[in-house]
């Protein structure tokens, strides 16, 4: 129901901020994630941060799939 | 995602389905994930028992048709610019759409944030600014913040007309329909992040309904679905998170107390489900001075859905998309009969665009 | 001569005759356009000829990586590129907004000029009309195209895609349109992307004259590779599946597709082709055609198979989608 696209802090200017989106940049409000600082990553909604995210999506999932197997196994 | 890993948790899923009494369904509320279930071709994969259905979670197609003409009423006023999210410009009316108003040379243009449409009031002050707010608790929050500096900066020519709605009212109504035997909800990723978990909470008490909020990938969702399968067999139902790398079970309380201020909960017509107590949400009181349903005055007693349409059906998953009569033959996404075609998202379309039975 | 244009210079009088003379008579100048009769006499061979015509409008017309000038020779050098043709005379009308710069219609005229020579084609006529403030956006233009088969055997036609044929598209899809997207008022968001304009005419004679089966030609400009592969697939009676992870695309443009919910395969190109050939041919093709710097980036993309003119595409991830005609322009989107 809603687009949301991991993008990149890269300068702050108050309530905004320019934000990488894999090399299209964009200004973006990051009043809903105040404490967010230049080089962390947010996931956005029509130009909005709605929460911070970690760097490596990827990552976290090969993380729970790791989990969930390991438990399987074990169960 | 490496195959290897959606073949281990298709065993999974067959495993726990084994030990299921019943056939079950599970409803997928956002189109996002009916999109993702439909690119995945995940319904095809699934053991016989287990039936995804989709759910009312797209905002272009639970918008009925009598608030679609109200903004189209409004581009015809004199000095009006209509800002839009894309998504609503192709929507049918009773007798036209935003993109057929456009072409006539109305002035309406689309925008990709609220902010931009604060931006076209302040460049043009002489005209009156106003921005079709569709979507659900993830996009009212930018709205509610864009109002809040429209506020600030005293600008007096930009509105809002405001179809919001929130997504539990009309999942308690789906756990009340006694045509559906809903055993879990695969509930949405990014209205969540901002509502938080907690929102799910009712939906496992009350009604005694598994809820596991899940991510897009075709892995979130193989693994929210045995998640699901497991909470049905064990009998316990809870709210667990499979997206926690963006849902928190307490959300954005930021977003929340905004979204407190800026609006309040109006009883709201669904398309097809027909009206829901508190599930709409109107500008308050605080901000009614940007509220286009008080600046405008309209008449749309002629509205009226399209015939034989059966979005409503299918947006409740009553029906799948290939039982409406229309589906494939009147309907298609060059030439929609409905919203749920229309919609990138809309199940008919992802149906048709997946070739899916 | 006043630095704008307006009403005076499309009206045949002397303002007019100047506006033709200084600038674009200076600028297109070659023995056919020399007199400035009221037709071009040409020379024209035995072979078959190739005529065509687009008309160009674009906002804005000067973009990241071109302008209207060059667009407007590109698009009708490639569709006669698309045809097996050699492009050899263009006409071009233009439609002038009163209050263009005249600076900004001679920048036109200069790129016009040197695409024309890259492409290697004469502006043999032209015409100029002018427009009242409002009534137009700037600048519109239109060419007229004339070529000439390059090999009068081959046969290619939308219709003679045929199962087992390969399907190659000449690089980067998409590039044009989100290029512009990124110039145009509206959207503000910034971006390393230019749009990807360009002559094709020289890359594809190369391939004819290598003997190279072509059975289908087309550049993806509006409707994107979707539509062009649609059209294709039903004028053909063929199907054509195509594979998602073989699609060259410009990570901005991804991105940029994401963000806004776009359909890559629809974008609009400006300096691609594709191209539907016998598979015996196809690596030989690629060959030649990643030898050229503006095909660097070809690949082969799928294939036709049996059917009734159905376009599919496999994703990364294995599923398989209809891809359908696209309607219109996309808008962004956020569901
Ligand atoms: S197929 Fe078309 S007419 Fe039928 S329910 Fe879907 S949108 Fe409505």
């Known amino acids: 129901m809603c687009l949301g696209i991991p993008a990149k802090i890269e300068k702050i200017e108050g309530d905004f901020a320019i934000a990488d989106f894999n090399g299209i940049k964009r200004q973006i409000s990051i009043q809903l994630t105040p404490d967010i600082k230049v080089n962390e990553y947010c996931l956005v909604h029509a130009g909005f941060a709605i929460e911070k995210i970690t760097k490596d999506y990827a990552e976290e999932i090969k993380r729970y799939l790791k989990e969930i197997f390991k438990e399987t196994e074990n169960g | ?357 | ?335």
Request: aromatic content about 6%.
């Open chain 2, 1 to 357: 995602m490496d195959n290897k890993s959606i073949k281990k948790l298709y065993n999974l899923i067959n495993i726990e389905s084994k030990k299921l009494k019943n056939k079950i369904n599970l409803m997928e509320v956002c189109g996002t994930h009916t999109m993702a279930i439909s690119r995945f071709g995940i319904r095809s994969q699934l053991p016989p028992k287990v039936n995804l259905i989709s759910g009312p979670g797209c905002p272009v197609c639970v918008t009925p048709v009598s608030e679609i003409d109200k903004i189209l009423e409004i581009s015809e006023k004199e000095n009006v610019i209509i800002t839009t999210f894309g998504d609503m410009m192709r929507v049918p009316g009773t007798f036209s759409s935003l993109e057929e108003k456009k072409a006539k040379g109305k002035d309406i243009r689309v925008v990709y944030s609220p902010i931009d449409a604060l931006e076209i009031a302040k460049k043009n002050p002489d005209k009156k600014v106003v921005f079709l707010g569709v979507g659900f608790e993830t996009t009212a929050p930018s709205v509610a913040l864009t109002l809040k500096q429209a506020k600030k900066q005293k600008i007096k020519n930009f509105f809002i007309l405001s179809f919001f709605k929130i997504i539990i009212p009309p999942m308690i109504a789906l756990c009340m329909d006694k045509k559906l035997k809903l055993n879990g909800f695969i509930c949405p990723g990014h209205v969540s992040a901002i509502t938080g978990a907690k929102i799910y909470k009712i939906l496992t008490r009350k009604y005694k309904i598994p809820c596991v909020v899940i991510g897009f990938e075709e892995t979130d969702i193989l693994t929210g679905i045995y998640m699901l399968l497991k909470q049905i067999n064990n009998n316990k139902p809870e709210v667990e998170i499979q997206y926690k790398r963006v849902v928190t079970y307490q959300g954005n309380l930021i977003a929340q107390k905004i979204l407190k201020e800026v609006f309040k909960k109006i009883d709201s017509i669904w398309r097809g489900i027909g009206e829901i107590k508190k599930s709409g949400l109107a500008l308050s009181k605080k901000y009614s001075q940007f509220d286009a349903e008080k600046i405008f005055s309209f008449d749309i007693s002629y509205s009226k859905e399209k015939k034989g349409c059966r979005c409503g059906d299918v947006l409740k998953g009553i029906i799948k998309p290939v039982q409406c009569p229309l589906y494939k033959k009147k309907c298609t996404p060059e030439k929609p009969v409905g919203a749920c075609m229309v919609s990138s998202e809309g199940t008919c379309a992802a149906y048709y665009k997946y070739g899916e039975k």
């Open chain 3, 1 to 335: 001569m006043e630095d704008i244009i307006t009403v005076a210079h499309g009206s045949g009088g002397k303002i007019a005759r100047k506006l033709i003379e200084n600038y674009i008579k200076k600028y297109f100048l070659c023995p056919e356009l020399k007199t400035l009769e009221d037709g071009a006499i040409i020379k024209i061979n035995s072979k078959k000829a190739v005529l065509t015509t687009d008309s160009f409008v674009i906002t804005p017309y000067f973009f990241s990586g071109g302008d209207i000038g060059k667009l407007s020779i590109c698009g009708t050098v490639n569709d006669l590129t698309a045809m097996g043709a050699e492009p050899l005379y263009l006409t071009c009308g233009f439609i002038l907004e009163e209050g263009l710069k005249i600076a900004n219609f001679i920048k036109i005229l200069k790129s016009m000029k040197k695409t024309a020579k890259q492409a290697g084609v004469k502006i043999v006529a032209g015409d100029t009309k002018v427009v009242p403030k409002s009534k137009g956006d700037g600048i519109y233009i239109n060419t007229t195209g004339y070529g000439e088969l390059i090999d009068e055997n081959l046969k290619i036609s939308v219709l003679n895609a045929k199962p087992g044929n390969v399907v190659i598209i000449t690089g980067n899809i998409g590039d044009h349109e989100i290029a512009i997207l990124k110039d145009r008022e509206g959207l503000k968001f910034s971006a390393d992307i230019k749009s990807d304009c360009a002559p094709l005419n020289n890359m594809i004679k190369k391939l004819i004259k290598n003997k190279i089966r072509i059975n289908v030609m087309r550049d993806p400009t509006r409707g994107g590779v979707a539509g062009v592969l649609n059209e294709i697939a039903k004028s053909s009676n063929v199907d054509i599946e195509i594979y998602e992870e073989k699609l060259p695309i410009n990570k901005v443009v991804i991105a940029a597709s994401s963000m806004m919910g776009f359909e890559p395969l629809f974008l609009a190109n400006e300096g691609k082709m594709i191209i539907i050939l016998e598979d015996k041919d196809a690596e030989k093709a690629l060959k030649i055609l990643r030898k050229s710097n503006l095909g660097k980036n070809s690949a082969i993309i799928g294939y036709c198979k049996k059917g009734n003119g159905i376009v599919k595409i496999k994703t990364k991830t294995g599923g398989m989608r209809i891809l359908l005609q696209p309607e219109r322009e996309q808008l962004p989107r956020i569901c």
